[in-house]
Nanobody
Framework: QVHLVESGGGLVQAGGSLRLSCAAS????????MGWYRQAPGKQRELVAH???????NYADSVKDRFTISRDNAKNTVNLQMNSLKPEDTAVYYC???????????WGQGTQVTVSS
């Protein structure tokens, strides 16, 4: 099992920055990849950014050049630096861990990000 706890959400004005962190515990060595997803009211959950165990990353087109995902293996954390935030970035952000040996995806409880115009 993998347990994920997010932190760092909040309210920010458009153009501002926030940093989300996700602390993983449990069967850490089984995690293949981690990522951040978000879900806005009335919309489906969507991938924001993803980082593999080797460190390769990919981003949703809507956040490229504004968001940066990073992984600290020593601290078992994954971070999402969000710059130049827009009102359309408002959503609940979820940390995700994918572990093939453990049967699939694990999710954090989510953290609210609200960007005011």
């Amino acid at each position: 099992q993998v347990h994920l706890v997010e932190s760092g959400g909040g309210l920010v004005q458009a153009g501002g920055s926030l940093r989300l962190s996700c602390a993983a515990s449990g069967s850490i060595s089984s995690i293949n990849a981690m990522g951040w997803y978000r879900q806005a009211p009335g919309k489906q959950r969507e991938l924001v950014a993803h980082i593999s165990s080797s460190g390769s990353t990919n981003y949703a087109d809507s956040v490229k050049d504004r968001f940066t995902i990073s992984r600290d293996n020593a601290k078992n954390t994954v971070n999402l630096q969000m710059n130049s935030l827009k009102p359309e970035d408002t959503a609940v952000y979820y940390c995700n861990a994918f572990a093939v040996d453990l049967g699939g995806h694990y999710w954090g409880q989510g953290t609210q990000v609200t960007v005011s115009s």
